[in-house]
């Protein structure tokens, strides 16, 4: 079987500095996978080598078998991006938001209607859905873009960093779409800090450091290799590894 998203090789440099490094990967359909690694390890840069929005220096990207260099609008149509720096119109409402993403992946009314009627449930957005994006806390910001991100029903979903500075409630919302997006036979792949998240979510991990993944597997293996009972440890085990190397 095809994996819904596969990379080979990436290579990206700013100047002499090589941000990424030959990092290579899958996620499959029905698959959560975690990308973990510390400020500076390359996770950004990778997400939007994979999302189509930097061009790497070396390296291919696939979603669904095709490639997002040479086919870019069959290929990101696929995809669900989030990244930490998305932004919402401010004068619209979260509903105004989703109906012209909708209109633009080129989806009809009354589904976009139903699509948006759904999220807004799951995501317990009701309350504010009406209100203009511009008045809204930082956790209903973030749940309006998730769910702009999961309108479209794309095969995969690249999210970086989904839950960064959100309060514990809103944190778990989104979690718990994520493990709903998976069920429903979605590729996901995300970068997190919270290693709770990961140990909880995820069916994969990478580590990322300098560029590179140093390490990858199911949370049982990670651990047995590093005879360590959690993740963290394990995870500030393996980079300290690689730090003395260098």
């Known amino acids: 079987m095809v994996p819904t998203l596969a ?3 990436l290579v990206k440099r700013f100047g002499p500095v090589a941000a990424v490094d030959g990092v290579g ?3 499959s359909a029905g698959e959560v996978v975690g990308l ?3 400020n500076g390890a390359g996770k950004t840069t990778t997400l939007r080598m ?3 929005i930097l061009t790497p220096d070396a390296g291919g990207v696939r979603i669904g078998g095709l490639d997002i260099h040479d086919r870019p609008l069959d290929a990101k149509r696929r995809l669900g991006f989030l990244s930490g720096d998305t932004q919402l119109y401010q004068r619209l409402t979260t509903r105004e938001v989703l109906r012209y993403f909708g209109r633009l992946y080129g989806m009809a009314d009354p589904l976009i209607e139903a699509r948006t009627a759904r999220l807004v449930e799951e995501l ?7 209100r203009p994006c511009g008045t809204l806390s930082s956790g209903q910001k973030q749940r309006a873009n998730i769910a702009r991100a999961f309108l479209h029903g ?3 979903l690249i999210l970086d960093e989904p839950t960064v500075a959100l309060d514990v409630i809103s944190g778990q919302f989104i979690v718990e779409s ?3 997006e998976r069920d429903a036979g979605r590729a996901v792949l995300f970068s997190t800090h919270v290693m709770s998240e990961a140990e909880y979510l995820c069916d994969r991990i990478l580590l990322l450091h300098r560029g590179r993944i140093i390490d990858e597997g199911v949370l049982d293996d990670l651990l047995a290799r590093s005879g360590c009972r ?4 394990a995870f500030l085990l393996r980079v300290g590894r690689e730090g003395s190397r260098s």
């Open 124 to 130: 317990e957005m009701g309350e504010f859905a009406n």
């Open 230 to 233: 959690n993740l963290t440890d």
């Open 7 to 9: 990379a080979e090789g």
């Open 178 to 180: 994520i493990r709903r």
């Open 50 to 52: 994979l999302a189509g």
């Open 25 to 27: 990967l899958t996620v």
């Open 36 to 38: 973990l690694g510390p």
């Open 154 to 156: 794309p095969d995969l």
